[in-house]
């Protein structure tokens, strides 16, 4: 079991976070190579010079983690940071963690069992009539119901599960109202469920926090319903996370007229199981209710544990050899340590510098590419 946090790590752990070029890969690579976010931040200079940053990188300061604090403390809502002993087991055992967590409501709700619903935002009535049909059943059967407050599925999926634990998750801010019609619904939600962003207050949803967002959905959940998915929908980008997480996806048919069913019946081709109703879900699940919501995971404090010693195990050549691996195509992971020929720590280490510099970008399915 895991010790607890002690404060100055939590609130560097906030920083860290917060820390320019630092999302939730480069946070969990950190803190294995340094052992604790205090450390971790004593080396972001360092790093990001080595990894060719023509400036110096920054790096959230305490008073801006205090100034995060307080503005959650005024809106009444909680921050939970990856190692507290009440941060959802889900999230906690993701590859990689989620850093930080705001919460708006319950957090007592995240750790009960959850099944995603998401689907179109120009759903169709009947869309919106199952996916409502689906998430009231299921908070009978006592499930929470994740989604992410967009318009048509979410909205039908939220409204459904006000009584019995609505989860919605927000691609800006936890305090920030997206989109504005559903202003009465979030705040319903804030009163009766709970409200999470990874997020800092006060941001607006951007289009690049909506694979966080989504991450974040399939990670709270046992399994994924989709509820009318174009073929270029976010929903299936939902879909491809709980996949990589480990969890069930299961997909609504729809008509083969209907260009909004397009991706939700390909899931179903590909080998989703097809659902029409609450029990099919439950039926369908690998382990219903057995799996365990404390899922064996990396300790989340190591003290002052570090692994510094494989920076000092590679020189330019090893570093140039990744480069040359890479592009402005994104490339698998895997594919980036056999074109340059370097151990999978040193390639590792060697994209961590990178990012630290605003040289890498990482795609979902952990491809990356030279910016």
């Not at 999230?91 to 708006?104: E, G, N, R, T, W």
């Amino acid at each position: 079991m895991s010790a607890p946090l002690p404060e100055t790590e939590r609130i560097a752990r906030l920083r860290l976070a917060r820390s320019e070029n630092v999302g939730p890969v480069t946070f969990r690579d950190l803190l294995q190579h340094c052992g604790n976010a205090v450390a971790a931040i004593d080396a972001l200079p360092d790093l990001a010079a080595r990894g060719g940053a023509k400036r110096a990188i920054k790096v959230a300061s305490i008073e801006e983690a205090d100034a995060e604090m307080s503005r959650l403390g005024r809106l009444g809502a909680r921050l939970l940071v990856w190692g507290d002993a009440d941060f959802p087991p889900r999230l906690a055992v993701l590859d990689p963690p989620a850093p930080v967590i705001s919460v708006i409501g319950s957090t007592e709700l995240l750790a009960r069992p959850s099944i995603a619903i998401v689907g179109s935002r120009n759903a169709s009535a009947a869309g919106r009539k199952i996916a409502g049909d689906i998430a009231k059943d299921l908070g009978t059967e006592g499930f929470a119901v994740v989604s992410g407050l967009a318009r048509g599925i979410d909205t039908a999926a939220h409204r459904a599960s006000l009584s019995t634990g609505a989860i919605a998750v927000l691609a800006g801010g936890v305090d920030i109202v997206y989109p504005e019609e559903n202003r009465e619904l979030q705040t319903s939600i804030a009163e009766t469920g709970a409200l999470v962003s990874e997020m800092t207050p006060g941001t607006s949803p951007q289009a690049r926090h909506f694979p966080r967002r989504n991450r974040l959905i399939s990670g709270l959940a046992l399994a994924v319903v989709v509820v009318e998915a174009a073929h270029r929908s976010g929903s299936l980008i939902t879909a491809r996370f709980a996949l990589e997480q480990g969890r069930d996806v299961f997909a609504v048919p729809g008509s083969p007229l209907d260009p909004r069913a397009g991706g939700s019946n390909r899931l179903i081709k590909d080998g989703a199981p097809l659902v029409e109703t609450a029990e099919d879900v439950i039926a369908a699940l690998a382990t219903p209710l057995g799996r365990s919501l404390r899922e064996p995971g990396p300790n989340a404090y190591d003290g002052d544990k570090s692994n510094m010693t494989v920076f000092r195990q590679f020189d330019d050549s090893a570093r140039d050899s990744v480069l040359a691996a890479l592009g402005p195509t994104p490339t698998p992971l895997d594919e980036i340590v056999r074109q340059s020929g370097v151990s999978v720590p040193v390639v590792r280490a060697i994209l961590l510098e990178l990012e630290l510099a605003g040289r890498l970008h990482r795609d979902p399915g952990d491809r990356l590419s030279l910016i």
